[in-house]
């Protein structure tokens, strides 16, 4: 990290009724500091099986997904589904614990945007994370260009 990035946090995100931090790194370098941030975010663990229902990002933002991670499970799956949970909404399904990077504007989410973390068999806990760009929707058009 350079002298010109700092640590800030973003608004609580509500997931699952609780709420969560959301860790942002204001980056210089991007185009208009302060509108083009790169965010880090991660909702509660899972156990053995179930669902968290992560609604990403708030009003006005659009994130740039970079990295998805679910760790801390030896056995199991998880499958990661973007606005529902059916087969057509698959972004990626891990089969052991790592992470998968996108390329850019690969899997964005809008406001009100929801990543479901649907985990099944799981031995373990399931501790999923993202990393994303994070964009002011007015400056999405110049962030693609």
Sequence with gaps: MSE?????????QVYDGAAVP???????????????????AWPNSLAASGTIDWQVPQDGWIWDIRRL????????????YKNGIT???IVC???????????????????????FFVAANIVGAVT???SA???RRD???EYLS
């Design 4 to 12: 010109q990035d700092e640590y800030i946090e973003d608004e609580p």
């Design 133 to 135: 760009v994070k964009v």
């Design 69 to 80: 991670t679910v760790a801390s499970f030896s056995a199991g799956s998880v499958t990661v």
């Design 93 to 115: 399904v891990f089969t052991s614990a790592g992470s998968i990077f996108f390329t850019p504007n690969t899997v964005c989410l809008r406001p009100h945007d929801h990543l």
């Design 139 to 141: 400056l999405w058009a």
């Design 87 to 89: 087969d057509a909404n």
């Design 128 to 130: 999923p994370s993202l």
């Design 22 to 40: 959301v860790h942002v790194i204001n980056q210089a370098a991007h185009s208009r500091e302060g509108m083009i941030l790169d965010a880090d």
